[in-house]
């Protein structure tokens, strides 16, 4: 209902303004002083008013369609310009405005602007233009109609002056333009559908009317009957009262401006290679190959006097400059485009091939992990008689001294691969996230033994963790996937260098559980990129990319942190911030524990 009452008033208001305009033309006599005054303000107004409510849809998130109601604006704009100089004349010079007017050209250059604006059809979701080359485009098309201008009525204002002849081409070239944007608006109102449809109709209606009044007005000066003011000027100042209505309709039906599941399927189709043509930049290019065209029609073909062959010939000399300039920026700047985007295309397909492959490496992994558990369980009824046969043969008084230590060896080194077996057992399980309270000490001495399988003359493991640490609620198995993680970067980077050692150290910090890796390997090259998606330092085939990624969001998941840098004395530390569960804890100075040098066992 507002919505209804708000059209009503404004249609009103554009009934009282005409029939107060035609008042005006009646009471004063044509060609007065008064009357030519009031035409002129009525005509800078109105402008405005069209601005005014175009704008009103220009605030929106869809820049194409903002754009277009700016360009719409600023046709309207353009326009005003002209009439503040034609009011310039009449009404604070007190002269009638030359008939070869030199001002003229702002009145046909505000067409430009709509043409552009049709160019971008809002009503469609299609693929976003470049704004770049589209701003390109609309220089091009604005260089070549500046030049149109200048070639077709220029030469009887300056070249070989010629009332007659420079009217008659004015009104050529301005009726051309005109007929173009209606033709586009009528073109678009037809092929629109909805909201759009009644927006298109009514930018059609306002265009018609400006066509219309345009030709009636420029008759009328050729035949010296017209004069501001005057009832010629009613159709005039109607079209941009119309021009406003169609603003105010497009935000009062804002909402229905959005474009249909249909709709956006036929511009999907469209833009694959349909119906859907780029034909602002084919208009741009067709113009910069009409240069020749109109040379050789001045030089060879043209039966006017020689002046205003040379005239124009000049000016297509001239023009073609700007306008191959243009045509090298754009050709370049699409070269750079297509470029980017194929590198980005290779990019995407390299990591859609790494992808595909780390998923089938996925596939493996699980079934490796499948078959180790199964072994494990296999190996775990061995291990409990060898621990149990150890355990009375190390406690029999009988055996010798030497056997029953012989007994304890075995026995600490079943309990050890025992140990390592329940590791294999919770990496490789596979059950939803399970939080519960853990000794980060634990864990990560767990992901130690677990990489110690994994022998390497070159490097080994040292642990420096605090004796007393509060714990940390988490998945053991996702925090141990984490740690034996980083171990294995850290090991394979030292390995790839000289060897070295790696230094894992937890403490406390206030309400956090810290867990420092740092070796004394080559570093990494661009810490800040580590986490990233498939990006690895790793030779081809050995590494994916994506564990440090899997290890970030793990941490994430446990409200956590991870952060990587190059240490100064050289190697990559990773530090692991976890929120600590807060306990009563006696309040004491961090301890360390002694360190305990892990070598992994040498290759036999």
Same mark, same amino acid.
């Given at each position: 209902?507002?919505?209804?009452?708000?059209?009503?008033?404004?249609? *009103?208001?554009?009934?009282?303004?005409?029939?107060?305009?035609?008042?005006?033309?009646?009471?004063? /006599?044509?060609?007065?002083?008064?009357?030519?005054?009031?035409?002129?303000?009525?005509?800078?107004?109105?402008?405005?008013?069209?601005?005014?409510?175009?704008?009103?849809? *220009?605030?929106?998130?869809?820049?194409?369609?903002?754009?277009?109601?700016?360009? =719409?604006?600023?046709?309207?704009?353009?326009?005003?310009?002209?009439?503040?100089?034609?009011?310039?004349?009449?009404?604070?010079?007190?002269?009638?405005?030359?008939?070869?007017?030199?001002?003229?050209?702002?009145?046909?250059? &505000?067409?430009? /602007?709509?043409?552009?604006?049709?160019?971008?059809?809002?009503?469609?979701?299609?693929?976003?233009?470049?704004?770049?080359?589209?701003?390109?485009?609309?220089?091009?098309?604005?260089?070549?109609?500046?030049?149109?201008?200048?070639?077709?009525?220029?030469?009887?204002?300056?070249?070989?002056?010629?009332?007659?002849?420079?009217?008659?081409?004015?009104?050529?070239?301005?009726?051309?333009?005109?007929?173009?944007?209606?033709?586009?608006?009528?073109?678009?109102?037809?092929?629109?559908?909805?909201?759009?449809?009644?927006?298109?109709?009514?930018?059609?209606?306002? $265009?018609?009317?400006?066509?219309?009044?345009?030709? %009636?007005?420029?008759?009328?000066? %050729?035949?010296?009957?017209?004069?501001?003011?005057?009832?010629?000027?009613?159709?005039?100042?109607?079209?941009?009262?119309?021009?406003?209505?169609?603003? =105010?309709?497009?935000?009062?039906?804002?909402?229905?401006?959005?474009?249909?599941? +249909?709709?956006?399927?036929?511009?999907?189709?469209?833009?694959?290679?349909?119906?859907?043509?780029?034909?602002?930049?084919?208009?741009?290019?067709?113009?910069?190959?009409?240069?020749?065209?109109?040379?050789?029609? $001045?030089?060879?073909?043209?039966?006017?006097?020689?002046?205003?062959? +040379?005239?124009?010939?000049?000016?297509?000399?001239?023009?073609?400059?700007?306008?191959?300039?243009?045509?090298?920026?754009?050709?370049?700047? *699409?070269?750079?485009? &297509?470029?980017?985007?194929?590198?980005?295309?290779?990019?995407?397909?390299?990591?859609?091939?790494?992808?595909?492959?780390?998923?089938?490496?996925?596939?493996?992994?699980?079934?490796?992990?499948?078959?180790?558990?199964?072994?494990?369980?296999?190996?775990?009824?061995?291990?409990?008689?060898?621990?149990?046969?150890?355990?009375?043969?190390?406690?029999?008084?009988?055996?010798?001294?030497?056997?029953?230590?012989?007994?304890?060896?075995?026995?600490?080194?079943?309990? &050890?691969?025992?140990?390592?077996?329940?590791?294999?057992?919770?990496?490789?399980?596979?059950?939803?996230?399970?939080?519960?309270?853990?000794?980060?000490?634990?864990?990560?001495?767990?992901?130690?033994?677990?990489?110690?399988?994994?022998?390497?003359?070159?490097?080994?493991?040292?642990?420096?963790?605090?004796?007393?640490? /509060?714990?940390?609620?988490? +998945?053991?198995?996702?925090?141990?996937?984490?740690?034996?993680?980083?171990?294995?970067?850290?090991?394979?980077?030292?390995?790839?260098?000289?060897?070295?050692?790696?230094?894992?150290?937890? *403490?406390?910090?206030?309400?956090?559980?810290?867990?420092?890796?740092?070796?004394?390997?080559?570093?990494?090259?661009?810490?800040?990129?580590?986490?990233?998606?498939?990006?690895?330092?790793?030779?081809?085939?050995?590494?994916?990319?994506?564990?440090?990624?899997?290890?970030?969001?793990?941490?994430?998941?446990?409200?956590?942190?991870?952060?990587?840098?190059?240490?100064?004395?050289?190697?990559?530390?990773?530090?692991?911030?976890?929120?600590?569960?807060?306990?009563? =804890?006696?309040?004491?100075?961090?301890?360390?524990?002694?360190?305990?040098?892990?070598?992994? /066992?040498?290759? &036999?």
């Amino acid at each position: 209902m507002p919505s209804s009452r708000s059209i009503v008033s404004f249609m *009103a208001v554009w009934l009282f303004a005409i029939a107060t305009y035609a008042s005006m033309s009646l009471v004063f /006599p044509q060609g007065s002083q008064q009357l030519s005054t009031f035409g002129n303000i009525a005509q800078c107004i109105v402008p405005l008013v069209a601005n005014a409510f175009l704008l009103l849809n *220009a605030g929106t998130p869809h820049w194409r369609r903002n754009i277009f109601w700016m360009l =719409l604006a600023l046709s309207c704009t353009l326009w005003m310009l002209g009439e503040f100089d034609w009011t310039y004349w009449e009404v604070y010079k007190h002269e009638s405005v030359p008939l070869m007017y030199g001002g003229d050209i702002v009145f046909f250059l &505000r067409g430009i /602007p709509m043409m552009a604006a049709l160019a971008l059809q809002p009503h469609r979701r299609q693929a976003e233009l470049q704004l770049r080359l589209g701003y390109l485009d609309f220089v091009s098309l604005l260089t070549w109609w500046t030049f149109l201008y200048i070639f077709v009525v220029f030469p009887w204002m300056y070249a070989l002056p010629s009332e007659a002849q420079y009217n008659f081409n004015y009104d050529l070239v301005t009726n051309i333009q005109n007929m173009v944007i209606v033709a586009g608006l009528g073109s678009l109102w037809l092929r629109s559908k909805g909201a759009w449809r009644l927006v298109y109709a009514n930018l059609f209606g306002a $265009a018609t009317l400006y066509m219309l009044s345009s030709l %009636t007005i420029n008759v009328a000066i %050729t035949l010296h009957r017209y004069s501001t003011g005057s009832p010629y000027d009613l159709p005039l100042v109607s079209s941009f009262l119309w021009l406003a209505f169609a603003g =105010l309709v497009a935000y009062r039906n804002r909402a229905g401006l959005e474009p249909t599941e +249909d709709q956006e399927s036929a511009d999907k189709f469209d833009a694959s290679g349909g119906r859907e043509r780029n034909w602002a930049s084919r208009l741009a290019m067709a113009a910069v190959l009409s240069l020749p065209l109109f040379a050789i029609y $001045a030089v060879h073909y043209s039966n006017e006097p020689h002046e205003i062959r +040379d005239y124009r010939t000049l000016t297509a000399l001239i023009a073609s400059i700007p306008l191959m300039l243009i045509i090298f920026l754009r050709t370049y700047i *699409a070269d750079k485009d &297509r470029a980017r985007l194929l590198s980005r295309s290779e990019q995407s397909v390299e990591n859609l091939q790494r992808l595909q492959t780390q998923l089938v490496q996925t596939e493996k992994l699980v079934s490796l992990g499948q078959l180790a558990a199964g072994a494990a369980h296999e190996i775990n009824n061995p291990l409990a008689a060898i621990l149990g046969f150890s355990d009375l043969l190390a406690d029999d008084p009988s055996l010798t001294e030497k056997a029953r230590s012989t007994a304890a060896k075995i026995r600490d080194q079943a309990r &050890r691969t025992k140990t390592l077996v329940g590791n294999l057992l919770s990496f490789a399980r596979q059950v939803p996230s399970e939080r519960t309270l853990l000794d980060i000490n634990t864990v990560v001495t767990n992901a130690i033994q677990l990489r110690s399988l994994e022998r390497s003359p070159k490097t080994r493991i040292e642990l420096q963790l605090e004796s007393v640490l /509060p714990g940390v609620r988490g +998945d053991g198995n996702q925090l141990m996937q984490v740690f034996f993680n980083i171990v294995n970067n850290a090991v394979d980077a030292m390995e790839s260098h000289e060897g070295g050692v790696l230094t894992v150290k937890t *403490a406390r910090d206030r309400g956090n559980v810290i867990i420092l890796f740092s070796d004394t390997g080559p570093g990494i090259k661009d810490p800040h990129r580590v986490f990233d998606p498939f990006y690895t330092t790793k030779p081809v085939g050995k590494g994916t990319g994506l564990g440090l990624s899997i290890c970030f969001g793990i941490v994430q998941e446990h409200a956590g942190k991870i952060m990587c840098y190059n240490g100064q004395t050289g190697g990559a530390v990773f530090r692991v911030e976890l929120p600590a569960v807060l306990a009563a =804890l006696p309040t004491r100075e961090p301890h360390l524990a002694s360190a305990t040098p892990l070598p992994l /066992p040498p290759k &036999r």
